[in-house]
């Protein structure tokens, strides 16, 4: 079965720094993964998604994700963040077995000051 | 577009009440993910379906829910008798094609409230 860890539960930061939310997955086989973004009182919407080629996939909004396979890991980063990336972020995992069904972390609440 | 619409978008009920959740998939859209979201078990899905054909269940609760696809464009969760731990927020998704790798497309949710 798969698993998906977000540590950071709540992250605090001003505006202008960097960011980068951790997400690893636990499963053994090919996985595809995509980071989702809910802005307050809206929506999940895809940010980016990997499933093959360059491990750098870049998004909207300024958004990236590196996949490490070594360590299971699709973090997810901004250079820059602004007021408006206030939100709540999402990784997920379904594997390339056929199961579409989304395996979804426990999130990570994002809170940029201005 | 109008992306995906559910109805209601929130919804009161007492114990042992009939509830019953709307989704209209995004229109062209093959597949349709219901997941529920809750504090302690965060977003999981509960089934899914395939041009209307329930293909994986695994995740529904129990037998107190259902869910319908009656046609392309609708789709019903259904809970009978609901019970206090049932409330959550209910999304529904929508994806085209039939590859893992297809966004899915999510809905404004449903809050559910079981008193």
């Known amino acids: 079965a798969q698993s998906v860890s977000q540590h950071n539960h709540h992250v605090i930061l001003s505006e202008a720094a960097s960011l980068e939310l951790g997400c690893n997955y636990s499963?053994?086989?090919?996985?595809?993964l995509f980071w989702y973004v809910q802005y307050p009182g809206q929506h999940l919407q895809l940010l980016l998604k990997y499933f093959s080629g360059d491990p750098l996939v870049k998004g909207i909004k300024g958004f990236e994700a590196e996949f490490i396979k070594s360590k299971f890991s699709f973090n997810l980063r901004k250079p820059s963040v602004q007021w408006s990336d206030t939100a709540e972020y999402f990784c997920a995992v379904n594997d390339h077995t056929g199961r579409r069904a989304l395996t979804f972390g426990s999130g990570t609440r994002l809170q940029v000051q201005p | 577009d109008a992306g995906v619409i559910q109805s209601p978008r929130h919804e009161v009920t007492e114990m042992g009440q009939e509830v019953t959740l709307r989704c209209k998939p995004i229109?062209?859209?093959?597949?349709l993910f219901w997941y529920r979201q809750t504090m302690m078990r965060g977003l999981e899905l509960l089934i899914y379906?395939?041009?209307?054909?329930?293909?994986?269940d695994s995740g529904m609760p129990e037998d107190r829910f259902s869910a319908k696809m009656p046609n392309a464009s609708f789709s019903t969760l259904k809970i009978q008798p609901s019970e206090p731990r049932d409330s959550a927020v209910y999304f529904c998704?929508?994806?085209?094609?039939?590859?893992?790798?297809?966004?899915?497309?999510f809905g404004p949710g449903t809050r559910l409230t079981v008193l």
């Open positions: 998704a929508s994806s085209y094609g039939h590859s893992p790798t297809d966004t899915q497309y």
């Open positions: 379906f395939n041009n209307n054909v329930p293909i994986d």
């Open positions: 499963y053994g086989g090919t996985v595809n």
């Open positions: 229109s062209g859209h093959n597949s």
